[in-house]
């Protein structure tokens, strides 16, 4: 899944695109002309796979990753405008938009609601304007086929979910309504996540100017906020871990917005992971919430999938209160589970399968 990243020119985006993937991406880049985008992968930090690795000692550890996308940046009437932006959104299966949280290099404000409300906005646009040619469609034949009469009430209903200020993705669509509306590319129907980056004062503050508003706001579309300042992460990643540790203690945070982030866009886009663990390789397998046992071993490879028998479970906390899976097994936490079971978040797997 690729996921963008969306937002003003000078709200510290490619700097989170950095930050997230490791990679030195010009911020400047984006300053003049139409850019293409960034894309790299970013790991998705996870305790689970240290704690394993000190039980396996493996030769390397493997964590889930995410493919991040940095959207160039453009403010209203530069470029192609609007039309470039949503042109790239739509490529895009989920959205991170950066918003500024701190004065600008000239002095302004930062209004950050304002932003969230600007882009939310565009993207209702968006898609009341497909739906409203699609209700056209439907209509304006000579005859209206049971098929457009079937569908014509589900439009008008996400109209209206739009034109009353929500998200398509409030609209408690059902399975098949939803399948049914993937083609159209609807952008309030992609996941969505905000960041504001913050100054560092008003990071340690854990209160700044807007901020109740901007919790109102997000909580009326039923979208994430994770808060996190560019400067103190560019800072916190020279560090070595346990410096990192006394340095995020200071500010009174358990992780680096880097972390919170990556763990919320995973979230986010309805991902759990289940967890391998020998002497070659401790690993987090990214898979989607309701993968089936038969399915997950195919993220290893279609041979186990194919030839899947069964699959040996352990949860991740019993095998560690056990330190061993023969002790686990002993206590009755090791279970054989079938192609059909659910794969749960934290499994510890092993999959026995015959080609």
């Known amino acids: 899944m690729d996921v963008g990243l969306v937002g003003l020119p000078g709200s510290g985006k490619t700097t989170v695109f950095n930050l997230l993937t490791g990679q030195n991406a010009s911020v400047a880049a984006f300053g003049g002309g139409r850019p ?42 530069e470029g192609d405008g609007p039309n470039r932006l949503l042109a790239d959104v739509r490529q895009v299966d989920a959205l991170v938009h950066i918003m500024r949280g701190f004065p600008s ?24 304007d497909l739906l409203e ?10 005859k209206v086929t049971a098929e457009a009469r079937a569908e014509l009430p589900l439009v008008e209903r996400l109209m209206a979910v739009l034109e009353d200020g929500g998200r398509l993705d409030q609209a408690a669509l059902t399975p098949e309504e939803a399948a049914g509306m993937r ?49 103190f992460e560019w800072e916190l990643s020279a560090l070595d871990p ?50 089936t046992a038969r399915a997950a071993a195919g993220k290893i490879h279609s041979d ?3 030839g899947f028998i069964r699959a040996e479970v352990v949860p ?27 794969m749960a978040d934290g499994d510890v797997v092993n999959f026995r399968f015959n080609v």
């Open 36 to 77: 293409e985008s960034h894309r790299a992968l970013a790991r998705v930090p996870d305790e689970r796979l240290s704690a394993l690795a000190d039980l396996y000692h493996p030769k390397k550890v493997t964590p889930a990753t995410i493919q991040i996308v940095d959207i160039p940046g453009q403010a209203p009437g």
């Open 105 to 128: 290099p000239l002095g302004e404000p930062a209004d950050p609601a304002a932003a969230a409300a600007d882009m939310e906005l565009e993207l209702a646009l968006a898609d009341l």
């Open 133 to 142: 040619r699609r209700r056209e469609r439907l209509t304006s034949g000579k």
């Open 183 to 231: 083609g159209y590319q609807f952008l309030t129907l992609k996941p969505m996540l905000w960041v504001v980056n913050l100054s560092d004062d008003d990071l340690k503050s854990h209160r700044w100017p807007g901020r109740d508003t901007l919790l109102a706001l997000a909580a009326s579309k039923g979208v994430g906020l994770v808060e996190m300042a560019g400067q």
């Open 242 to 291: 346990e410096e990192q540790a006394l340095f995020l203690a200071e500010v009174g945070l358990e992780a680096s917005g880097m972390a919170r982030l990556a763990q919320a866009i995973y979230r986010q886009l309805g991902l759990v992971s289940f967890l391998t663990a020998g002497e070659d390789e401790v690993r987090a397998w990214p898979i989607a919430v309701g993968t």
């Open 304 to 306: 186990i999938e194919r």
């Open 316 to 342: 991740f906390e019993a095998l560690m209160a056990h330190r061993s899976l023969a002790a686990a097994r002993e206590h009755g936490q090791v279970r054989m589970e079938g192609r059909d079971y659910v």
